[in-house]
């Protein structure tokens, strides 16, 4: 399996562009996250995804993000306009969780988009 | 909501001591994991602790699950260099749909 991929690795934009990033979960998993690293604020969730149905986005800072999931193997998380303080590492997680109480719910993290605001 | 917090944020460790680091919970936790992010890397899934009081060891890291559930600790013995990284903790709560991960700590070693 290759793991999670992402896409783009880098992205470097001006203030006010339209940013999108994308990422591939591992197949058969059922959930995916959306997190956000930065020095200041450390990892932080910004959108859950189960089943393809966003189950909590109280994470996400503002109107500017939006994050979608139109099917099993592909989700996107856009940012537009862009703004300097959204320069930070974007990473994507997937993992099988069931409404069973399942324990092995393992994160598997993508490598991540780094992306700098200018 | 539930918080997972970790200390220390930093530790500094002379290449072959050993150094504890250690993860509280406000609530408890149906099961708490561990991973470690390398600098510049993403984080990888270390090991799951589930019951009360649980022992897991990975050669030189002992991980401990709390007799409340509500902590848990991560011992390194014999730090090397390649131990260098953050390592985060993730708990969930009972009720919880969602892992909720610690700050982490980062750690640095001086050969």
């Known amino acids: 399996d290759a793991g999670v991929i992402q896409s783009p690795r880098h992205e470097v934009t001006e203030m006010g562009q339209e940013v999108t990033l994308r990422c591939k979960p591992i197949?058969?998993?059922?959930?995916l996250f959306w997190y956000r690293q930065t020095m200041m604020r450390g990892l932080e969730l910004l959108i859950y995804?189960?089943?393809?149905?966003?189950?909590?986005d109280s994470g996400m800072p503002e109107d500017r993000f939006s994050a979608k999931m139109p099917n099993a193997s592909f989700s996107t998380l856009k940012i537009q306009p862009s703004e300097p303080r959204d320069s930070a590492v974007y990473f994507c997680?997937?993992?099988?969780?069931?409404?069973?109480?399942?324990?092995?719910?393992?994160?598997?993290f993508g490598p991540g988009t780094r992306l700098l605001v200018l | 909501g539930q918080q997972v917090m970790q200390i220390p944020q930093y530790q500094h460790v002379q290449e072959g001591e050993d150094f504890t680091t250690y993860c509280n919970s406000s609530?408890?936790?149906?099961?708490i994991q561990w991973y470690k992010q390398r600098p510049g890397g993403h984080p990888v899934f270390l090991i799951q602790?589930?019951?009360?009081?649980e022992v897991k060891k990975q050669k030189r890291l002992t991980f401990q699950f709390g007799e409340a559930k509500k902590n848990s600790s991560l011992h390194i013995t014999a730090t090397q260099t390649t131990d260098v990284g953050t390592y985060f903790c993730?708990?969930?709560?009972?009720?919880?749909?969602?892992?909720?991960f610690g700050a982490g700590t980062t750690v640095t070693v001086r050969a």
């Open positions: 997680a997937s993992s099988w969780w069931g409404f069973s109480g399942r324990v092995e719910e393992t994160q598997y």
């Open positions: 197949s058969g998993h059922n959930s």
């Open positions: 995804f189960n089943n393809n149905v966003p189950i909590d």
């Open positions: 609530t408890t936790l149906s099961n």
């Open positions: 602790l589930v019951k009360s009081g």
């Open positions: 993730a708990g969930r709560g009972s009720n919880d749909y969602k892992l909720s």
